[in-house]
């Protein structure tokens, strides 16, 4: 079955960096949609980055553009996300999310996002000030 686990996270001083890692397994990794997501306690989970895995074009919130950049090591199935200039409103539970539905770049290009359907257990990243 699908399986994705993130490994990375931790605690951090702002204007830090971090690197998450998501591997994937389970299915056919290229020709689908990765995306990185995160939630705060006590605020909804929001989407940070997503990456479409077949020709690796990349999509930002507007929260961490210049600061996160998503990457892809397909031999690995492995998506990344580093974090740069971290700052304490960073500080959130991050997922990693797979949307394997038809046509899932052309949501991204809209940051749709409504279709990730397959989810890892999440890692941790604190920042403090």
């Known amino acids: 079955q699908v399986q994705l686990v993130e490994s990375g996270g931790g605690s951090v001083q702002a204007g830090g960096s971090l690197r998450l890692s998501c591997v994937a397994s389970g299915y056919t990794y290229t020709g689908n949609c990765m995306g990185w997501f995160r939630q705060a306690p006590g605020k909804e989970r929001e989407g940070v980055a997503a990456?479409?895995?077949?020709?690796?074009?990349?999509y930002y919130a507007d929260t961490v553009k210049g600061r996160f950049t998503i990457s892809q090591d397909n031999a690995k199935n492995t998506v990344y996300l580093q974090m740069n200039s971290l700052r304490p409103e960073d500080t959130a539970m991050y997922y990693c999310?797979?949307?394997?539905?038809?046509?899932?770049?052309?949501?991204?290009?809209?940051?749709?996002?409504?279709?990730?359907?397959?989810w890892g257990q999440g890692t941790q990243v604190t920042v403090s000030s």
């Open positions: 990456i479409y895995t077949g020709d690796t074009s990349t």
């Open positions: 999310a797979a949307d394997r539905s038809a046509l899932c770049y052309l949501r991204l290009r809209i940051w749709d996002l409504s279709r990730f359907g397959y």
